[in-house]
């Protein structure tokens, strides 16, 4: 590699860091829990996706260890060649009778499920119509398919329909509208209801990323068209979240599309299988996530009381119900300096900015965990106000 090239690259780290826009990364040498131990601190963790608190549950554990006696540590295969366990299976077909789909194929990871969607399904001749905050993994796996693209501005129901009406008169032969259920870096809602009846007059299709909703939204946690009460066509999302916080992603669907996807989706295709400890663990985390009402019901608890007492001290909210809760902030360097104040005062949380979200709309995103206290809330709410004052966010 040439030193001009090097210094090139170097010169981009400076100015990503001029613009207060380095990311770091702190060393946690503890489970990931609602507590945890970071640089021999003991911090409330406000910024991991363990919603329901099972990344550190004792059947999930005791599931992965279990698994690794008869089943082994690792596949070392893809699984049309012999990375295919009884267990693969047992968990799809739990996943797609759990989201009310024909059957479902598993992915390392819910970014590898939206990259290996839409190409095998959908060609030259058809539309994708896709909200324009979409994951980076459904934006990234449209960019490999070829078909026709088509954006609309955030839940702008008015500008979907407008896409939708020039994809047909473009002469569209199948129509995706692809979305969020939840998204991720404002805690807002798709409007499925009104997507799904804009889909059925223009006769189109529905794929949904629930990355941020299953496990915890919904009847029994089954996710945003659940909390809906709609049907969708498609439905991506993780066992990396409220489903344990490991790896592992999927796509639930009709048997139909679902063979194909395994004939022709290329990261399931060139991928390792998942290894049967994850495998093991999944499965018990939606027995866990099937009788978890308890769970649900306290992490919304949670989100209500630490909503309100943010509003109390003062602080920029975006509006929601969801258990992510954005601290609007502005500029990046800000966003950087209350993390770290509150780091001091005991709270782990991230500055949230561009790339990661506009220039101008810097945050810091608190979730909540039905694993909190609301001794640990109180405290935290603390924090924010100390560290709020030191850092001239509240007056």
């Avoid at 032969?173 to 805690?187: C, E, H, K």
């Avoid at 506009?358 to 609301?374: E, H, S, V």
Wanted: hydrophobic share 45%; charged share 20%.
């Amino acid at each position: 590699m040439t030193q001009a090239y090097l210094n090139h690259i170097e010169n981009i780290l400076t100015q990503i860091d001029a613009d207060g826009m380095m990311k770091k990364e702190r060393m946690i040498t503890s489970a990931q829990a609602a507590t945890i131990n970071v640089g021999g601190h003991s911090v409330i963790n406000l910024c991991a996706n363990n919603y329901l608190g099972l990344a550190d549950h004792p059947e999930l554990i005791a599931a992965a260890q279990d698994a690794m006696g008869p089943k082994g540590f690792g596949m070392a295969s893809v699984r049309f060649i012999c990375g295919t366990q009884d267990i693969h299976r047992e968990l799809e077909q739990k996943l797609a009778a759990f989201l009310g789909k024909d059957d479902s194929i598993l992915f390392a990871a819910c970014f590898d499920a939206n990259g290996g969607l839409f190409e095998p399904l959908f060609g030259p001749e058809d539309a994708i119509v896709s909200d324009a905050l979409n994951h980076a993994s459904i934006i990234d796996g449209i960019r490999l398919c070829k078909a026709r693209r088509y954006r609309y501005a955030n839940s702008d129901m008015d500008d979907l329909e407008g896409q939708l009406k020039l994809a047909r008169e473009d002469g569209a032969r199948f129509i995706l509208i692809a979305t969020d259920g939840v998204f991720s870096m404002d805690g807002y809602l798709a409007k499925l209801p009104e997507i799904t009846a804009l889909a059925k007059k223009y006769e189109a299709l529905v794929m949904v990323d629930d990355c941020h909703a299953t496990g915890f939204m919904g009847p029994k946690g089954a996710g945003t068209p659940a909390h809906f009460g709609v049907d969708v066509d498609l439905l991506t999302g993780t066992l990396g979240k409220a489903l344990g916080g490991a790896i592992g992603g999927y796509i639930a669907g009709p048997q139909p599309v679902i063979d194909l996807l395994r004939q022709r989706a290329r990261p399931y295709l060139f991928s390792n299988s998942l290894p049967p400890a994850i495998v093991m663990a999944g499965l018990k985390a939606l027995d866990l996530v099937e009788a978890g009402d308890d769970r649900r019901e306290k992490l919304f608890a949670h989100t209500a009381y630490w909503r309100a007492g943010l509003e109390r001290l003062g602080f920029d909210l975006l509006p929601g119900e969801h258990p992510i809760v954005p601290v609007m902030l502005g500029e990046a360097q800000l966003a950087q300096d209350m993390a770290a104040r509150l780091f001091e005062e005991g709270v782990y949380v991230s500055g949230f900015f561009f790339p990661v979200v506009p220039r101008g709309q810097a945050r810091i995103r608190t979730q909540m965990n039905a694993a909190l206290t609301r001794d640990e809330l109180d405290r935290a709410l603390t924090a924010f106000e100390v560290a709020g004052k030191a850092c001239g966010v509240l007056s």
